[in-house]
């Protein structure tokens, strides 16, 4: 990542639905439903998720109460307070943050994350088939 934020939700927003983002997304508002994010979702400080997060990557410094799956990395900041499943490769955990629930590392297949796993999808339709 460049740095670059392409959507931000700032911090008296509130949504209520499911929210598809190519690339960066930054949370300071409330969210209910499911965010969907081919890149990093940074849920800052006043965010606060009700929902499901699919992305590549998750800095948290915020409340999330809801699953979590990255294809890549899951930060938890000191101030983050997590109640919900992380499914991820990498997870780190800043002392002085809360996470309540359990943490799976293992390759993401067969649920896997319908943006990090695309690409591999399409692959596997467009294969010819081998007949023996």
Do not use: W
């Amino acid at each position: 990542m460049d740095g670059k934020i392409d959507t931000i939700i700032g911090k008296d927003s509130v949504i209520t639905g499911t929210i598809d983002v190519k690339g960066p997304l930054r949370i300071d508002g409330t969210i209910k439903g499911k965010v969907n994010s081919t890149d990093t979702v940074t849920v800052g400080n006043s965010g606060d998720i009700d929902a499901e997060v699919n992305c590549k990557n998750a800095i948290v410094s915020g409340k999330v109460a809801g699953n979590i799956i990255a294809s890549e990395k899951v930060e938890l900041q000191a101030k983050a307070e997590i109640s919900g499943d992380i499914r991820t490769k990498s997870l780190v955990i800043e002392q002085g943050a809360i996470f309540c629930g359990s943490c799976n590392m293992k390759e993401l297949h067969p649920q896997g994350n319908k943006y990090s796993d695309a690409a591999s999808k399409v692959r596997k339709e467009t294969a010819p088939s081998i007949k023996q």
